[in-house]
């Protein structure tokens, strides 16, 4: 692709931010991260930021290259990006579309409800004096719950999910599952599901993982 490394312009704790490390972690593409971009702050939601990703989101990659400069938005249209011999997803089209769909669900629902609703609140309480609301975290408890019982039926179907091999879809999910096992007990909704329980458990011992899953905040 490119000797310069790309940059992940975000915060590391992201668990967007962390999909995209993972790929360049698996696809050993040189890469950095952070709001400094070539030696300048870049504000977030600042013009900048807003002319790269028009809802001033997180993350964008930023390639420089001889004669163009490319800042991608979007997750998942960043991975497939980065993963240009497309080994991270399947060959078969029809698996490809359905890898594709998955990564969709992953980054839209499966984030709204277990990031967005349920993890935020711990990260970035929203309560009296900067307290976690324990009242909201219990009212959406059960949707995440809900939630995490959706992909462990997918993990008993023919997913991408499923398969040995490492794919977007995988890097999409790991973050957020790993998020969730590190909270508290009763808040860690991964014991009541064996398999997602297994799937993270495998997936944290890929090198990428061990290396970018690594601190507790979101
Ligand atoms: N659809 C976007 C969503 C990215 C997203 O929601 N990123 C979060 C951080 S993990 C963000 O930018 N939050 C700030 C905001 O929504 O204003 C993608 O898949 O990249």
Redesign the pocket.
Known sequence: MTTTPVHIY?PSF????RTVMLVCEEKQIAYTVGFEVNGSEITF?GEQHLNWHP?????VLLESKTHAELAL????S?CRYLDTDKQLQPSNSQDYAKHDALCALI??DI?KVL??EYLLEFSFPKGENNSIRFDVVKEVQPKAAATIAIIEKMLNEDTALSSQHFTIADALLAPMLHYISCLPAGFNLLTDFPKVAQYLADLMTRPSCQKVLITKKL
């Not at 992201?14 to 931010?17: D, E, G, R």
């Not at 809802?55 to 993350?59: A, T």
């Open positions: 975000g992201s668990n967007f931010v939601k809802f001033g989101k997180i993350p938005a979007e997750t998942a960043i980054s839209i984030d990031v967005r």
